[in-house]
């Protein structure tokens, strides 16, 4: 998500991968016309990877919070596998 999040292209109104636009997933907004809690969210992440904190912040308030979680995990989950990788060396 993190890696998708640079690579897709921000805006205001979609999102857009190597210029041809996303049509939207959101199955609520789709039926309804209504945008749902979730969205937004796509697009707050996609600011997110490219360091626009601001209009992330105002396309979905807890984006920039969700995208530091998953963010962090990257990191965490490395650190698990090299230690797991440790452990299994240590006991052969």
């Known amino acids: 998500m993190?890696?998708?999040?640079?690579?897709?292209?921000?805006s205001v109104g979609a999102v857009s991968l190597f210029g041809h636009r996303i049509p939207t997933l959101?199955?609520?907004?789709l039926l309804?016309?209504?945008?749902?809690?979730?969205?937004?969210?796509?697009?707050?992440?996609?600011?997110?990877g490219h360091g626009r904190v601001a209009?992330?912040?105002h396309l979905h308030v807890l984006g920039p919070a969700l995208y530091v979680l998953v963010a962090a995990q990257i990191p965490y989950r490395?650190?698990?596998?090299?230690?797991?990788?440790?452990?299994?060396?240590?006991?052969?």
């Open 32 to 48: 309804t016309g209504h945008r749902c809690p979730g969205c937004g969210l796509t697009r707050s992440f996609t600011f997110m």
């Open 78 to 92: 490395l650190w698990r596998v090299a230690r797991h990788l440790r452990r299994r060396r240590a006991s052969r």
């Open 2 to 10: 993190v890696a998708a999040s640079m690579i897709l292209e921000p």
């Open 55 to 57: 209009e992330a912040f």
């Open 26 to 29: 959101c199955m609520f907004r």
